[in-house]
């Protein structure tokens, strides 16, 4: 197995997929914030990126660095209309056994859960 | 407005109402997790809390004091069933200025996601 | 091995023992979040568990039910002072295989590091 | 004020400045995570970013792009030394209104409590 002794740290690439689910609070707003949710979701379909938003925050899979950059483009665009502070929490997982897409999780789920009902 | 100087804190009742997103890991067991996940599930639809699973957690609403107990309740069931170990994180909101389900969030954004197209 | 099908699953028992780490973000304020911080230290304190704050967040160790209640508190001290919205991020753990002070986990990375530089 | 209309979003920058903690979980592995936790601090330390260690993740500091890219790194390093999943939770923050180190927020809050005091 590659070691990082091998390579300098600094060079180690990012994973090239990864499934991120964020939740984005403005702070120094008023209490609602759907409209800065409205917005993010606006910059997500332009990202290309495949997302999901769900009542808990929004999931979007693609490279590490793709994911990352969108949701740092969230808060840049979010601070330039005005939101001097932003606070994300981040689930992001990466897996090298398979690939799988964020959907696919739930139907997996689902399908052991009908399994059971039998 | 009654403060905490009024009586003494750890009589301070919990939340009435909250919205909590959880995603539970279990540590120690093979990188699929989608059995454990399966069985929380079965546990949340007996505890008779509103509740919706998305691909990165589980969104369930109630009053403070349920919904901590039911998530704690999924992590001793887990472990009753051999998993030493479980992290989970959780997103948990309440607010005093109006009742909002889980599913209302959604919509609100959608309605405002419609709009801006016209 | 005891399963959920002997008993009731409401009455489960939630974990014993956990150690939680919550970042609790007041909405609809300003963007400084210092004073609430503040409240919520002196909570804790009040509490009797034991809890350390850092920059990005609180850790507090004790049973689920009394740790899970005071955040829970510290939610509804803050409302009661006229915050409308809170949001809370938690990171929480339960383990079965041994006891582990929150302190303890540093230390043996620290330990580990050292080895490391030998 | 400028607005995102005025630019492709694709092009909108990232965030100069911000502040992560995070909290990696190996998946697939024993219950005790130490080890890998301690191969995550030595590729912090070589990073030459900001950062501190603490029981429940480590915070860390600097352009959106260099932070998120050495977790990013992190997770690829574990990912070479045969985790096949992992399993992040990172709470970032940006804010527009002024810098503030993440040392600067705990002793703010310790201020506020000495004062509370007397």
């Known amino acids: 197995m590659s070691t990082s002794e091998d390579q300098p740290l600094t060079n180690l690439p990012t994973p090239p997929a990864c499934v991120a689910d964020f939740c984005l609070i403005p702070l120094g707003m008023g209490a609602s ?34 994911v990352m950059k969108v949701i740092g483009q969230c808060h840049s665009m979010l ?35 009908k399994e059971g009902e039998n």
């Open 79 to 113: 601070h330039e209309r005005g939101v001097v502070r932003i606070q994300s929490d981040i689930r992001v997982g990466s897996r090298t056994d398979k690939k799988q897409g964020f959907r696919d999780k739930v139907e997996k789920v689902e399908m052991l859960l």
């Open 33 to 66: 914030v759907s409209k800065e949710v409205a917005e993010v979701q606006r910059l997500l379909k332009k990202s290309g990126l495949n997302y999901s938003m769900h009542s808990a925050g929004t999931t979007v899979e693609g490279s590490w660095d793709d």
